[in-house]
C-alpha cells in the first residue's frame, strides 16, 4: 500500500534534512565487485523508534546499522529504492532532487 500524502511529504522532507542518496563509483571497481545504489538516513540512536514507525509505514523495507550512538536507516534493496521513489517522487524542493533525478536514471540505465 502507498503511504497517506502527509506522511510521503515527511519522508521526503527528512531525506532532504537527515539522509543521502548514494550512487555507485562510474569508474571501475577495485574490488571485482557491483555496487547497488543506496538512500541513507543517519541520526542518533535515540530516533530508532521514530525509524521503526516510518519502517513500518514503508513496507518494512531497509534495515538499521547502529555504531555507538549512531543510527542508519538503509534502503539498499532495488525493489525498497524502486519503492521508495514512487512514494517521493516530485515532493523534492531542494539539490537531493537532483541527486534522486541521478538515482533514477542509473536505475534505468542499468535495471530496467
Known amino acids: 500500500t502507498i503511504p ?17 542518496i548514494y550512487l555507485p563509483y562510474k569508474g571501475s571497481p577495485i574490488l571485482n565487485r557491483t555496487f547497488n545504489p543506496r538512500i541513507v538516513f543517519t541520526s542518533h540512536i535515540a530516533d530508532i523508534d521514530m525509524y521503526k514507525l516510518i519502517q513500518r509505514n514503508l513496507n518494512g523495507i531497509g534495515r538499521f546499522q547502529i555504531v555507538g550512538n549512531i543510527l542508519r536507516y538503509i534502503i539498499g534493496d532495488m525493489a ?29 540505465n542499468k535495471y530496467l
Do not use: M, V
Open 4 to 20: 497517506c500524502k502527509e506522511f510521503s511529504y515527511y519522508i521526503a522532507g527528512l531525506l532532504e534534512g537527515d539522509g543521502c
Open 80 to 108: 525498497g529504492i524502486i519503492y521508495f521513489i514512487s512514494i517521493i517522487h516530485n515532493k523534492l524542493r531542494t539539490p537531493k532532487n537532483i541527486a534522486l533525478n541521478n538515482l533514477i536514471i542509473f536505475i534505468n
